[in-house]
């Protein structure tokens, strides 16, 4: 639900404060006091001001007979936190004090433009869960959310139940103060968001330091979990639903070594943990965990760590994000907006002794796609007061981009309005004052006091359905001075409706981010699709935006309409426009051929147009290393702007590369010049180069041989796909550890650890390398990896693995003889092995999407077609078996280049899937001569991990089907390229091999998976 447009409230200040009082008030405000070291323990008529919002967390209001029941909690709710006092002066806490309120942010008053209104105070509606002002079933006095219940809180955060439940942090940012009986100061607090009722996590240990902030995250193993920083110990704890600490995260010790730093440990005889260790805002964003580090003064950063699909910090993924945080105090919350602007909120702590109230940011980022850049710091100014920068530590941004924060002196002097404000999407650093377009809630209801630094923070339920997803981005210079830029992209429909139509609008003003443009694309009006675009789908859309927005960001809006012309939903595209002011690429061609030994030779044909404003004389390829011709003397013709120019140059390398450089060029005098990058994907040469590749054995059992060493023979398979005889050079070594390996691979296990292997022309070469398997012990499981190396082309490398293994003493030994089926060659064998001690029955499924013709195994032949079979084998002691698998591919509903997965799982004597047997998915390549799946693994997180042989330049998608047979549907399934966080249902391969990523959803936890060779991309 997208909500808050516009409001401005006003009223006339208090006139029955005495002058002392209102000078001891400017006093605090005018001068903050000094940092002490950590210890344990216009004036006149407001025209033009924002809205002042009060009567809310006072029971004793004047407006509390319009405080309402805000629970279950709606969309468009806001959650604030709050210290129970209400003197900045006495700061004594107040039992019956309201630490936490829901605020209804969906009244009808902030769809209005701000005006003044004279008078009281405007009677807001809040909600602290208290008796006496509710209907007749309200909760007991235990659960009201003030002080005696709750103690002093900060951090918040939301699940992602329906209604989701709230979590509050017990916190000593206000100050040391006493916990409710029972509780302590490491206590997260549940809110059940329909009743209120409160629940308190007590698994995390806290000194007086207490604990920062909290943040939710649902991963991509389905479960959720809550991630809450510790100023005591300097941890990061995982707790899951039931409030359990079910793991923990040291940035001191497992995250600094990763950026080089030395390791940081706590010392636990000091009540906060040092600087440089201590983390305070925490945020999950899109499988990281973002935390801020409170540093020295003014060195504060913000770093990140891979959430795995169990939700636990990778901390080998852990990495500096931004290195300095303008300001000096440290961060103590994080929010992402819908579209990747991160946002900060600083704040002192006064526990830690870090005093100050109106020298803190609200801090926006934007992301290059390398780095975080920060926008002007005093892009959103929190309140009226001063500079604008009264942030008191709390930040979310709701759908339609307009951010909340805390802060002190939103309105100073009177009235007195400490609490929350809502600054304008695109901020409100022109506005005078600085409130002039923002909203102000006062959240003690006290506009004659001052809660100076009580206030705290900020949480918005806001759900921002979405509506589509825009992938794969291009956009080309025009093709002619005063042409249209021409954008393509792959749009996906997020939304629950089939689409009909696609319109493109401009986007409105004041919904424009900072420093962007918008306008009308072309076409213009409504655009049928070529067929209804279900929900899930995907299709590819091009457009032309207006010229004369170089190197500038270009918003529009989106539209998806049914087939009656109703609107679906509604979302913004922001695209960056190329600078073209150097010169626009009229044409590039890229020609392959291959030499005599077997090596690719690109040519390059480019035809360029001068949109500078100077004749062109020189033109150079940088860096000239990678060009059998980067230089090229214009000075015969030169190229006035407007002009075009065509050339051509050569360039090595292999299908795949993507290859950067810069064009420059020059006027005669050289001193006039201009630069582009352009970047290039060299493609498959004429006539298809298949990529080289390797197979190993999957799973290589240990066994003793006749001289009585024990020793895994893995076969190496190398196939050469050029019409030219090469030799590579092999290595073995351990693999990466994963779900699949419970031991690394011993270095003694290498006995020969490097060799070569000579491969005719379009043919495949096969060796034994034997692995010593003396020093692992029954039951061990261990991953090797071989990578091959063409000779003479470093370029041509590629890498297969699998798993060596030792069974335990009454572990059968399933030994699969190929990993892939050709449709060519369609049967395949399993060879069973019981070592012992006594006679075993072993279970299996064999499932098939292409439907089985048959199973035959000594036992005899068990007919098909079916999509399932259950082959049951009594084996003796020392006893081995062969079943054969017939597969032939008669569906006809599947696309010619397809891979389709055999899974094979043995159960146990109770009819669960063995574990110590495991499960094994065959795939077969159906008419295709090179699509491929090199391996298939189960990661440590449980994630599937799918290696694809690709050819450079095409498009691959992975699809699942969570049944089998010939009416199973196949749909595309969201996944992500190895070590990225992009995620989509289809890539194009930039190299010689594709690693997609996928995690099987908790409510069908066994999927069976494809992929499909896709249209060449462009």
Known sequence: MKLLKHIKLAISPPDHWSAGEKERLVDH????????????????????????????????????????????LQPGYVVATCHSSTSYVTNAQNPNGFVMGIIDATAPELAAAPTDIAGAAYPWRMFHNETGFQNPNAPDPQQVWNAGNLGEVFGITLDDAVPPNIYVTATAAYGPYPVPAGNSQGTVYRIDGTSGDIT???????????????????????????????????????LDPAGTCVGTYDHGVQG???????????????PYTAVGRRIWGVKAHQNRLYYGVWNNQGAHTIW???LNAAGAPNPATAQLEIPVIPGSFPVSDISFTEDGRLFLAQRAHRGAGISGSHQHYVLEYTFDGTNWNVSPNDKFKVGNYSSGRNSAGGVDVDCNGAVWASGDALNFPAPYIYGITRIPPGGNQADSPHGANSHLIDLDGIITGVPKTYIGDVEIYDVCSPC????EIRVDCPRELGAPFVATFTLTNLSDHTASYLWHTPCPVDQLPANTLTGQVMPSGPQAFSSPLAPGASTIVTIEIPSGNAADTFCWNITLLNESGEECCTDKVCVPLPDCDCFIVLD??????????????????????????????????????????PSFDLSGAPVPPGGTYQFQTCISGNPGDAICFNIALHSESIEVCCSKECCIVLPPCEGGVEIDRCEVTRRAPCCRDAQGNVIASVSLTVCNNSAFPRTYDWTIGPGAMSFACNTPLPPSALIVPSGTISVGPNS????IIPLNCEDLKPGDRACYEVCVTQQGNPNNTFCCDGIVYVPSADEPVIKIQDPVLDADSPNNVITVTNPGPGTRKLVFEISSVTALTGISSPDGLIEGPAPTQLVELELRAGESREVQIK????????????????????????????????????????????????????????????????????????????????????????????????????????????????????????????????????
């Open 29 to 72: 405000h005018s001068s903050p006091p000094k940092k002490k070291r950590a210890q344990v323990m216009k004036a006149g008529k407001l025209r033009g001001l924002a809205a002042l919002i009060t009567s809310v967390f006072a029971a004793q209001s004047s407006s509390a007979q319009n405080i309402q029941d805000l629970l279950p």
């Open 200 to 238: 308190p996590f007590n698994c995390i240990s806290a000194g007086a330091a207490s604990l920062g902030n909290i943040t939710n995250w649902t991963a991509s193993g389905g479960s959720s979990n809550l991630y809450v920083s510790n100023l005591d110990d300097g941890l990061i704890y995982q």
């Open 256 to 270: 600094r070594p990763q950026e080089g730093l030395s390791t940081l440990a706590d010392d636990p005889s000091t």
């Open 304 to 306: 990140s760590v891979g």
């Open 468 to 471: 589509f997803d825009i992938s």
């Open 588 to 629: 590039k061609t890229i020609t392959c051929e291959i030499d005599a030994d077997g090596v690719p030779k690109y040519t390059i044909d480019f035809n360029l147009l001068n949109t500078s404003t100077f004749d062109w004389y020189y033109l150079n390829l940088l860096p000239p290393s990678l060009f059998s011709n």
């Open 764 to 767: 495949c070469a096969s060796i």
């Open 887 to 1018: 597969v032939s591919p008669i569906r006809t509903d599947l696309p010619p280049a397809s891979l389709n997965p055999i899974m094979i799982n043995s159960y146990n004597e109770q009819g669960q899937i063995d574990d110590t047997v495991g499960s094994f998915v065959y795939t077969m390549v159906q008419k295709s001569d090179r699509l491929r799946i090199k391996n298939m693994n189960v990661s440590q997180s449980g994630d599937l991990l799918f290696r694809i042989a690709t050819q450079p330049g095409k498009r691959y998608a992975l699809e699942s089907s969570h049944t089998l047979g010939d009416q199973s549907p196949w749909e595309a399934t969201d996944c992500t390229v190895e070590n990225t966080n992009k995620v989509a249902s289809s890539f194009i391969a930039q190299g010689r091999e594709l690693v997609l990523r996928v995690s099987p959803g908790p409510d069908c936890p066994v999927n069976f998976y494809r992929v499909t060779e896709l249209s060449t991309a462009e």
